[in-house]
């Protein structure tokens, strides 16, 4: 699937089963939600902090939670994530590109 479709489907999701998005606000706040979760997941996986007992730790849910969102807000706001994320790459190619080769923190 790519970004253009996983926008469309969340769009087509929205308009038949979730009658409306939510605004843009609500939507910003649901993201930094999600990100919490996910952090939280990996605080406990791959950090110092330990699951509680019958905690739900769906990595993958998580991070799927996270697209939504952030697919929802791209949608609200007329952004074409495709798109965007190619200009992204772009800059980060020209911006990087000797950078953390020549980075001694990474060797």
Known sequence: MTLQEA?????????TYGVRYFSELTNMA???EEVGELAR?????????SFKQG??????DEMADVLWVLLCL????????????????????????ERHKEN???R
């Open 104 to 106: 001694e923190k990474l």
């Open 74 to 97: 791209a949608n609200q706001t007329g952004v074409d994530l495709t798109e965007a994320f190619e200009r992204n790459l772009e800059k980060k190619t020209q911006r990087d590109k």
């Open 30 to 32: 649901c993201l930094t």
């Open 55 to 60: 905690e739900k730790h769906d990595l993958g």
């Open 41 to 49: 997941i990996m605080a406990r996986t791959y950090g110092d902090q």
């Open 7 to 15: 926008q469309e489907r969340v769009d087509h999701w929205i308009k």
